[in-house]
């Protein structure tokens, strides 16, 4: 302990100890060295100037990692990950934590063009105050520290903190230490388990009691380093009766090496409270071989821990070489409330392995799953889902749709539910459909003078619209727009 | 207008079109009646150009060139329409919006501006007033739940909207009750046009008492073996395609 607690004082004072560390840091590419170990915790815990419980929190994570192996029960399939051969901090470029736009790296605004992000949003990260009254927040994380934080002061004001959650755990360790693991346990799952260890950052949101967030939270994240590990961590806390909606997407260039990606988000729903969770991702998804993509393993969860909480996730997942996620809510308040909307795309070599759990406790909770599998080139899609009810969770419901639509036939579909109830009361449905677009389907629409690819746009559009309604109308556009070029050239 | 010529076509190596000649001068109506598998469905999928069909020989002049190379899309918007035996139906894509990006995509090929919403509605109101059809159903999602007849009006809806030069119509009368014969016959009647054709495919004389050709073909085994004016569909009706039979195989 004195030795631990010898090297942290250290550290915290001084950057980067070549000796202590027994490696060479390039300051200013800032990066670590390749590899995990605990000198690397120790390291990216001190980049951030934490408090000793986190280094403390982040190494009892990496010890209980290495006791642990990687989970195989899933239909994806993909060459071992050498995790000593990944980077498990990079800093991007610009001085952290600027003031203002001017002191952000142009480079990092051009991205911001590139990556599509709407004009809104643009002109807010610009600093233009949009003519719109719903305005969207932007917490920027590129690679793995916030570079952007804007309408901080109107949050503020309405009490809602938003920041970076390396901010939080300086700021509000009270708050954090009495959520952070308390949805996603450290040893939850392999991925949780080493996001634990070495997350670098995220996303913190604390709503207080009765207050309904002023505007929409989005976050745009990035991949930006080769090699990269990316393990954000989110943590979101709405206290009794506050509301608050969150926008997470993001995107990422052409590369042509496999990234792994283990973030962690957890949400705590108290009393009356309502969360709602969107996210768009559409990370690079490997060339038309196959090769490369990012390998994206989440670990999402919500818990409803008061009475008529109501958790709501809804996803568009397009991107990704490997999707292995499952965002859950867990309805431990009485009548509390649990959705999840899902499209999920697949095409060239994808593989997608997604779903939900929905874990009745509570007494009267219920839940509700729609999910829209679309499947096209050579990709696998599978639906893995979760609903149980425990023996108190009387009067419990779920109602699950899950469809599926393949496009050509070289593509797979699958849905696998598991239903576990041990209350007599609970009632549970489910449907589940498959279909696919049939070629005299895409001739009608081409005879009446659509392109192919129009005519797939808009039968694929059709058939997840239950989805799309759910989505904030800012991203319900962007993510139409974005199915569609997910799905060129899967027909012709 | 059109001017098949000796075309023969066949799907998945069975020759189905073989040699059928056959010419549909502008502004005219022509029907064609002909047995069961005879091949009818299959002409009407060769001429607006459906995947999967070989043309091994022959002709398609439409307006003045050869289509057969020509792919479906660019054949609609150059005028070619087929009111579908079967239609389609797609969920989740409301009736309108699926006119909106059908008429809107045919404008766009042909280099004309999209039209405005307002624009649109109004066409739509007018059109589908005159087909009975009501405002509710362009809400629901394209033929999704429609009845046969519903589904077929539906499709002389498509064609009033999209104007097309060539209107090939493959049994739109089946599947009607009296007064829906009456309402669609009405509504193909009020297209006809010196500058449109049309192509009637059907089994009965009576849709033809309502829409009065200009001639009349009987196909058999892949040919026009024989063409006549309206009387022909009479016959045909009262002594049936037992003179044609020989033909066949
Ligand atoms: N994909 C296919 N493969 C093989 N044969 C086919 C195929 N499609 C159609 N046929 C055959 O082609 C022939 C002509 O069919 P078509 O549908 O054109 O007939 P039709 O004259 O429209 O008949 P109906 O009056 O019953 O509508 C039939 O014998 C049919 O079985
Ligand atoms: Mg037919």
Redesign the pocket.
């Known amino acids: 302990m004195p030795a631990i607690q010898e090297t942290v004082d250290q550290v915290s004072q001084i950057d980067v100890d070549q000796y202590k560390y027994g490696f060479v840091t390039d300051i200013e590419s800032d990066r670590a060295p390749k590899g995990l170990s605990e000198d690397i915790v120790r390291f990216i815990s001190a980049k951030k100037n934490e408090p000793d419980w986190m280094l403390e929190w982040r190494l009892d994570a990496y010890r209980r990692w290495l006791t642990m192996t990687e989970p195989t029960w899933s239909r994806v399939h993909y060459p071992k990950i050498d995790f000593d051969d990944l980077y498990y901090y990079s800093a991007p470029k610009s001085s952290p934590g600027p003031k203002s736009l001017d002191e952000v790296d142009p480079e990092l605004l051009a991205m911001y063009e590139k990556l599509g992000i709407p004009l809104r949003e643009r002109e807010i990260l610009a600093g233009v105050e949009g003519a719109s009254d719903r305005r969207v927040a932007v917490d920027a994380v590129f690679d793995s520290v916030s570079v952007v934080t804007t309408f901080k002061e109107e949050l503020k004001k309405a009490g809602v903190i938003f920041c970076a959650i390396s901010e939080a755990i300086r700021e509000y360790p009270e708050i954090v230490k009495k959520y952070l693991g308390s949805v996603v346990p450290v040893t939850d799952n392999y991925y949780a388990t080493l996001n634990s260890a070495v997350f670098s950052d995220g996303s913190f949101v604390y709503i207080p009691e009765g207050v309904r967030c002023p505007m929409e939270l989005s976050t745009y994240f990035r991949i930006n380093e080769r090699n990269t590990g990316q393990f954000e961590r989110t943590l979101i806390i709405a206290e009794k009766g506050a509301h608050v909606s969150y926008l997470e997407g993001c995107t990422a260039p052409m590369r042509d090496e496999n990234q792994l990606h283990a973030a962690v988000v957890e949400l705590v729903a108290l009393e009356d409270a309502e969360i709602k969770y969107s996210t768009v991702q559409n990370w690079y998804p490997g060339d038309k071989d196959g090769k490369g993509g990012i390998y994206n393993f989440v670990t999402k969860r919500g818990d409803c821990r008061g009475d008529r909480s109501k958790i709501s996730w809804t996803q568009v997942e397009t991107g990704s070489a490997i999707t292995w996620k499952y965002p859950s809510c867990i309805l431990r308040g009485d009548d509390s409330q649990g959705e999840f909307y899902s499209i999920a795309v697949s095409n060239g070599y994808q593989q997608v392995d997604s779903g939900t759990k929905m874990i009745h406790l509570g007494k009267n909770t219920k839940s509700r799953i729609i999910s829209k599998g679309i499947a096209a080139g050579r990709s696998d899609n599978t639906y893995r889902g979760l609903v149980s009810a425990h023996r108190k969770a009387s009067g419990a419901r779920n109602f699950t749709n899950c469809d599926s639509l393949l496009i050509g036939d070289k593509c797979g579909a699958h849905t696998v539910p598991y239903i576990e109830s041990k209350n007599a009361s609970a009632v549970f449905e489910h449907e589940a459909t498959t279909s696919k677009i049939a070629d005299d389907q895409l001739f009608y629409c081409l005879q009446r003078g659509l392109s192919s690819e129009e005519a797939v746009a808009l039968i694929v559009n059709g058939f997840v619209k239950d989805v799309i309604q759910q989505l904030p109308m800012e991203f319900a556009v962007e993510a139409q727009k974005l199915i569609s070029i997910s799905l060129e050239g899967s027909v012709g | 207008m059109l001017e098949i010529k000796n075309l023969h076509a066949s799907?998945?190596g069975?020759e189905?079109l073989r040699g059928v000649d056959l010419v549909v001068p502008t502004g005219e109506v022509h029907a064609i009646m002909?047995?069961?598998?005879?091949?009818?469905?299959?002409?009407s999928y060769v001429l607006s150009g459906r995947d999967?069909y070989d043309v091994t020989e022959g002709e398609i002049i439409f307006d003045g060139s050869d289509i057969v190379e020509m792919p479906a899309e660019e054949r609609a918007a150059a005028g070619v329409f087929l009111a579908f035996?079967y239609p389609l139906e797609i969920p989740g894509v409301a009736t309108m919006t699926f006119l909106k990006a059908a008429l809107n995509a045919q404008r766009k090929a042909r280099g004309e501006a999209e039209l405005t919403t307002p624009d649109f509605i109004r066409r739509v109101k007018v059109a589908s007033e005159k087909l009975n059809v009501s405002q509710e159903m362009l809400r629901r999602p394209l033929n999704v739940g429609f009845s046969g007849g519903e589904k077929k009006r539906n499709e002389i809806l498509q064609m009033a909207l999209l104007e097309p030069k060539l209107a090939i119509l493959?049994?739109t009368d089946s599947g009607l009750d009296i007064d829906a014969l009456r309402v669609v016959s009405e509504g193909v009647n009020s297209l006809r046009s010196p500058e449109r054709s049309m192509l009637v495919?059907t089994?009965y004389q009576r849709l033809l008492d309502h829409i009065v050709p200009d001639k009349v073909h009987v196909?058999s085994a892949g040919r026009i073996v024989r063409t006549g004016g309206p009387e022909l569909a009479l016959e045909l009706e009262a002594k049936g395609y037992a003179d044609y039979a020989g033909e066949a195989a």
Do not use: A
């Not at chain 2, 002909?34 to 002409?43: D, E, F, Q, W, Y």
């Open positions: 799907i998945d069975k189905i002909g047995p069961n598998g005879s091949g009818k469905s299959t002409l999967g035996q493959d049994e495919i089994h196909m």
